[in-house]
């Protein structure tokens, strides 16, 4: 794809942005084969983007693949997934289209987000032990990460977060979050000069989950501290010990 100047300007800061997470967390090695969820939304397009543009100069070789779970219950359109497919043959990242149900098979329970999540991360871990692949990218931003660290300390009462880089099945499997530094402006920015084909979320929760009530909460404590997003963030490394508690709290009757 051929972009004008200031274009190629915002990718390569893009890139070099989500490049400091990705080299942090020691994400990517040489030989690596990382297959890329893609929703079809912003957010982990513009990581096909990054990894791609990455791939160009950066002394490690590695394998792109991409997956597309395709709802039955909410299907894409065959026009959305053509241009999908075409974008991503332009990025010289082969697509995988995996039909499923939404909801997993003998779920009886009150369906939610986070039960959507879990079975969407089950479809990607079943594709890419089928492949013989060890690496899992998500386009989780660095916004998204705080907002879950919130949710988890108002919501469930602990401190949890994403993590940048998590192991599953005795470190058989490792789920990547290489935007984890990257804020959700510059996503949005990117979006503004280079043409990512969006897909419609079609989710019947997606203007009513808990995650847009900790973006207004966001936008208040900004007005108290503008590093209030780094700072959340930077919170899950730096835990000061001494004023942890030395016991755990007794189970509620």
């Known amino acids: 794809m051929i972009l004008d100047p200031h274009a190629s300007r915002v990718l390569a800061r893009f890139a070099k942005k989500a490049g400091r997470g990705i080299n942090r967390f020691d994400m990517i090695r040489d030989g690596d084969r990382v297959l890329i969820g893609v929703s079809g939304g912003k957010d ?28 039955h219950e909410y299907p894409a359109g065959e026009g959305e997934l053509e241009a999908l497919r075409t974008f991503l043959d332009g990025l010289q990242i082969p697509l995988v289209v995996l039909p ?30 089928r492949r013989g692949i060890t690496k899992i990218a998500l386009g989780h931003h660095l916004d998204d990460i705080v907002e879950t660290t919130m949710l988890n300390l108002f919501c469930r009462g602990e401190f949890s977060t994403m993590m940048p880089v998590q192991e599953f099945f005795q470190g ?82």
Not at 100 to 112: D, E, L, M, R, T
Not at 242 to 248: G, I, N, S, T, V
Request: proline share 6%.
């Open 172 to 253: 058989k499997l490792h789920l990547i979050r290489p935007l984890c530094e990257v804020e959700e402006r510059d996503i949005l920015r990117l979006a503004r000069h280079y043409p990512l084909p969006v897909i419609a979320n079609a989710c019947p929760r997606k203007d009513v989950n808990q995650r847009i009530v900790m973006k207004e909460v966001l936008v208040r404590l900004r007005r108290l501290s503008r590093q209030v997003k780094e700072n959340i963030y930077r919170a899950g490394w730096n835990v000061n010990t001494d004023y942890l508690p030395a016991f755990r709290l007794p189970p509620r009757e």
């Open 44 to 71: 982990s397009l513009a990581l096909c983007v990054a990894l791609a543009e990455r791939r160009r100069w950066v002394p490690v070789r590695y394998e792109l693949a991409a997956a597309f779970i395709r709802w």
């Open 100 to 129: 499923a149900h939404i909801y997993p098979a003998g779920y009886q329970k009150k369906f939610s987000c986070y039960i959507c999540s879990r079975n969407r991360k089950r479809i990607l871990f079943d594709e890419a032990n």
